[in-house]
């Protein structure tokens, strides 16, 4: 009996003959923004269908339809893997799921884009563009001495997809990179690598620290006052993955001694960030609207992701981007 495939309405209406020229031995179904399942022209609410495989596109986050499509997943009987467009997976929704047993495969799409981010904001505070570009209007000839990257240290919280990525485009620069991940293993693009028990240690001899891990109970307001007090004075804060990772009136106050030169901010405690929140008009914040994923090829790389895992599935091969339960806690 062939297996079932849910997506949103929508995602099937731009992907659908593509799909169906995979030949895939797969019933397709459908769920609307009313949470009715469509199954070949029949009609049947959630709590009646158990898919043995969701996609949670792209399309559900630009048809602002998020809260919704989780509401409907989660009323189906039951549900056997679910891939998510999502990297991180800290919305109490996957962790409900995967206590039910679902297995969650989430998104490496964003690490191209989120890892090009962080160059470009990193280069953007150590290159003096601004100047050069007043320089300019006035016409003055100046040269404008600036910090190189190379020879710098980078400290990686985290060594997911993005974490990787990052890694891999600051060593083309000649950094060393300090990791700090569930598992204590070196590679070609980390040099160290320690596990949360070493962060302190390595954040003494960082010139710049990227947050790119999940956020779950052991790493909820990790960069907290000690952490920042163990900071190699004058570093540069990049967080890519999760505000809740960081106390910001912690933040602020490192900021404000000088213990953090730069914070680059993408992602926050609440967002939109309320336009009374004081990192806006802070002189040594760069914010960012958790705008770091919106890179160009990112949409064509979660169609990409899904179908590599659609296939797999449908010959019982294992998928890729299966995520570790205890990432969810």
Known sequence: MPKTLLMYDKALQRIGDRLRGEALDLTLATFDRSGTIDVAGRKLAATEFAPDYVWLSSDINLDKFQDGAFACVETLRSVGVLQTFNAGLDNPFYRRMSARGTTICNSSAQAVAISEYVMGQVLAVMQPIAEQRALQAR???????????????????????????????????????????????????????????????????????????????????????????????????????????????????????????????????????????????????????????????????????????????????????????????
Request: hydrophobic fraction near 45%; charge should be neutral; include cysteine.
């Open 139 to 329: 016409r003055e000839w100046k040269i404008t001495p600036y910090r190189e990257i190379s020879g710098t240290t980078w400290l990686i919280v985290g060594f997911g997809p993005i974490g990787r990525e990052v890694a891999r485009r600051a060593k083309a620069f000649g950094v060393r990179t300090l990791v700090v991940r569930r598992s204590p293993e070196t590679s070609d693009i980390a040099d160290e690598a320690g596990t949360l028990a070493d962060l302190k240690a390595f954040a003494a001899r960082a010139d710049v620290v990227v947050l790119a891990c999940p956020l779950n109970a052991e790493t909820r307001n990790m960069a907290d006052a000690g952490f920042f007090d163990a900071l190699k004075p004058g570093a540069l804060l990049v967080n890519i993955a999760r505000g809740g990772l960081v106390d910001d009136t912690a933040l602020i106050a490192a900021l404000d001694k000088g213990q953090v030169a730069t914070a680059v901010l993408d992602v926050f405690h609440k967002e939109p960030l309320p336009a009374d929140d004081p990192l806006w008009s802070h002189p040594q914040v760069r914010v960012t609207s958790h705008t770091s994923f919106a890179g160009s090829g990112v949409r064509g790389r979660w169609d990409e992701l899904f179908f590599t895992n659609i296939r797999r599935f449908a010959k019982g091969e294992s998928l890729t981007n299966v995520v570790d339960p205890r990432d969810l806690a």
